[in-house]
């Protein structure tokens, strides 16, 4: 065991298990261990139309998806309760560890390499989080998936357009029609002009109900000409 390792031991999230230097060194996996690694949760939502996190948001019909100027939506992987991918995105959203997240979403970008997900696509959104839970947090765990889709994929990213206006209650809080009326307006575009006909790739660690999506996505059919697609590190099944 070199000193490093000694010093700074780094365990994998899905089973607790050390990671050594010597397989980040080789292997280039940096934040589980290989065999949770080949394990993950993997949707294959990139080479699927009409997969479940698209009809999330249009129900399978080609009008819906045309109202709301939706190219494509995709997860990296699925999200089960009492899995430990939940554990994971635990870690990554309250537990001060981001760089899950920005991890995950550069193995997303070179699992999908081969496909023509991210083509054409000009700007990257991560979903915004109000200034003040943002400041009880210390991060935005979307803009770290959002940096590690940037840093493979060159697509640029804005944090500056798209607000979260309404610090509302957590969406796991809520039941029902109680998800869609807790972030309804809750969302703001500022200087719409300045992102005329571009298309936006909208990032969010987690989709359950799609309710939050739906409502930046509302928000943003301010901008002109704009169209959108949709990436998730996780999608509930």
Same mark, same amino acid.
């Given at each position: 065991m070199s000193l490093f390792d000694l010093f700074f031991p780094r365990t994998c999230p899905f089973?607790?298990?050390? @990671?050594?230097?010597? !397989? @980040?060194? %080789? +292997?280039?996996?940096?934040?589980?261990?290989?065999?949770?690694?080949?394990?993950?949760?993997?949707? %294959?939502?990139?080479?699927?139309? +009409? #997969?479940? $996190? +698209?009809?999330?948001? $249009?129900?399978?019909?080609? %009008?819906?998806?045309q109202a709301m100027r939706l190219e494509r939506a995709a997860a990296y992987l699925f999200y089960e309760k009492d899995h430990p991918i939940q554990h994971? *995105?635990?870690?990554?959203?309250?537990?001060?560890?981001p760089e899950l997240g920005y991890w995950m979403a550069r193995q997303a970008v070179l699992d999908w390499r081969n496909?023509?997900?991210?083509?054409?696509?000009?700007? *990257? @959104?991560?979903?915004?989080?109000?200034?003040?839970?943002?400041? +009880?947090?210390?991060? #935005? !765990?979307?803009e770290y998936?959002?940096?590690?889709?940037? %840093? *493979?994929?060159? *697509?640029?990213?804005?944090?500056?357009?798209?607000?979260?206006?309404? #610090?509302?209650?957590? !969406?796991?809080?809520?039941?029902?029609?109680?998800?869609?009326? #807790?972030?309804a307006d809750a969302f703001e575009v500022n200087h719409p002009e300045q992102l005329y006909k571009k298309h936006i790739l909208v990032v969010d660690d987690l989709i359950t109900t799609g309710e939050t999506m739906k409502a930046c996505l509302k928000a943003m059919k301010r901008i002109r000409g704009a169209k959108f697609s949709v990436f998730a590190l996780c999608k509930a099944r």
């Open positions: 089973c607790g298990r050390y @990671i050594s230097q010597k !397989q @980040i060194d %080789e +292997e280039h996996i940096e934040w589980l261990c290989t065999d949770c690694w080949k394990r993950l949760p993997r949707t %294959e939502q990139d080479i699927l139309r +009409e #997969n479940s $996190t +698209e009809t999330t948001f $249009t129900d399978g019909k080609s %009008e819906r998806k994971v *995105i635990h870690r990554m959203k309250y537990a001060d560890q496909e023509a997900f991210f083509d054409g696509i000009d700007l *990257i @959104i991560p979903m915004p989080l109000h200034p003040k839970r943002l400041r +009880e947090r210390g991060y #935005n !765990q979307s998936i959002a940096r590690g889709l940037s %840093e *493979i994929t060159g *697509i640029p990213i804005d944090t500056m357009h798209v607000l979260r206006v309404r #610090n509302t209650p957590k !969406q796991a809080l809520q039941d029902g029609e109680g998800r869609r009326t #807790n972030v």
